[in-house]
């Protein structure tokens, strides 16, 4: 089966446009998350969704960053007012609900590499 | 201080050799300990998988943790110019567990 996609895979833009970065998770999996890597540093998480709620948004950094999953599958990540620091590869992950409500073996889409100039 | 702690490397080794990767961690909460390999743009790809103290054995991969020094490693047994990547290892807590914690991964170079 496919894996985690994102859309697109390269996103150049100017300092205060708005961005919307897409995330298709693996069929089945109800879990779904948002994380940001820097260079040379591992991914820094953001938001995690069970099915269409946001079940834990404490690593959005400020309320620029806002992520929705209306449907409970596909998910927009979105930034408003973008800014130079904004700039990394923004990963998608999903996961499937493991026994005893574990949800840590995640599996990570290719990224969207964000650049603001 | 981080709360994991992780050689960036570069570490670089001819091929077949066996390697040793490392991560300490502060936090004695953690419970999952996971070692995903990323290539160079692409996404974290989930390699080992292990639940609290001890080993575990996947074909050339073996991972080991040690909860009493907060110490996890990853051993690649006859390396390829394939294994060359970065490496992350990335943990959690059991109350947590979707959160995962990481390391700011060692880059590995195989050298034919």
């Known amino acids: 089966g496919a894996g985690v996609s994102q859309t697109p895979s390269n996103k150049v833009t100017e300092k205060g446009k708005y961005v919307e970065l897409r995330c298709d998770p693996i069929?089945?999996?109800?879990?779904l998350y948002w994380y940001r890597q820097s260079l040379g540093q591992g991914p820094e998480f953001l938001i995690y969704?069970?099915?269409?709620?946001?079940?834990?948004d404490s690593g959005l950094p400020n309320d620029r960053f806002f992520a929705v999953r209306p449907e409970g599958s596909v998910s927009t990540l979105k930034i408003q007012r973008t800014e130079r620091g904004d700039s990394a590869v923004y990963l998608c992950?999903?996961?499937?609900?493991?026994?005893?409500?574990?949800?840590?073996?995640?599996?990570f889409g290719p990224g969207t590499r964000l650049t603001v100039l | 201080q981080k709360e994991v702690e992780q050689d960036p490397g570069p570490l670089s080794v001819p091929e077949g050799a066996i390697v040793s990767l490392n991560c300490t961690y502060s936090?004695?909460?953690?419970?999952?300990f996971m070692w995903y390999r990323q290539y160079s743009r692409k996404g974290p790809e989930l390699l080992m998988y292990?639940?609290s103290s001890g080993n575990k054995e996947d074909g050339r991969f073996t991972a080991q943790v040690d909860k009493s020094s907060k110490y996890i490693s990853l051993f690649i047994r006859d390396s390829q110019p394939s294994d060359s990547a970065t490496y992350l290892c990335?943990?959690?807590?059991?109350?947590?567990?979707?959160?995962?914690?990481w390391g700011a991964g060692t880059k590995l170079i195989i050298k034919p």
């Open positions: 292990t639940y």
């Open positions: 936090n004695s909460a953690f419970q999952y």
């Open positions: 990335a943990m959690s807590a059991e109350d947590s567990n979707y959160q995962l914690i």
């Open positions: 969704f069970q099915g269409t709620g946001a079940a834990d």
């Open positions: 069929s089945g999996h109800t879990a």
């Open positions: 992950a999903s996961s499937p609900l493991l026994a005893g409500g574990r949800r840590n073996e995640q599996f």
